[in-house]
Nanobody, 124 residues
Framework: QVQLVESGGGLVQAGGSLRLSCAASGRNFNSYTMGWFRQAPGKDREFVAV????????NYADSVKGRFTISRDNAKNTVYLQMDSLKPEDTAVYFC?????????????????WGQGTQVTVSS
């Protein structure tokens, strides 16, 4: 397993941007598929975006497609989530997650390692 630490959350006005980072410790980061999920108060954790271990596959939730971009820098053991045109409904705690392999799973139960989360609040 890898240890994951998210950063970059904060308070932003609607229409603004934030970039989240997730730093991974441990070996063989480039062997892990990395996902971003979010959880709003009183709601289940939901899929946001995923990038495969070899960067040859990405997938996005319909609600963020065209606004969010996931990327990774394997040399820095870091995955990013660029969030543009933010909306109040994007307010949530954002988590990154990791699992070995290339499959771009979109279900939280498929992931083995999780970060502690970072709060994103979008004001209207």
């Amino acid at each position: 397993q890898v240890q994951l630490v998210e950063s970059g959350g904060g308070l932003v006005q609607a229409g603004g941007s934030l970039r989240l980072s997730c730093a991974a410790s441990g070996r063989n980061f480039n062997s892990y598929t990395m996902g971003w999920f979010r959880q709003a108060p009183g709601k289940d954790r939901e899929f946001v975006a995923v990038i495969s271990s070899f960067r040859d596959g990405t997938n996005y939730a319909d609600s963020v497609k065209g606004r969010f971009t996931i990327s990774r820098d394997n040399a820095k053991n870091t995955v990013y989530l660029q969030m543009d045109s933010l909306k109040p409904e994007d307010t949530a705690v954002y988590f990154c997650a990791a699992r070995i392999g290339r499959v771009t799973y979109m279900t939280p139960s498929n992931y083995d390692s999780w970060g502690q989360g970072t709060q994103v609040t979008v004001s209207s």
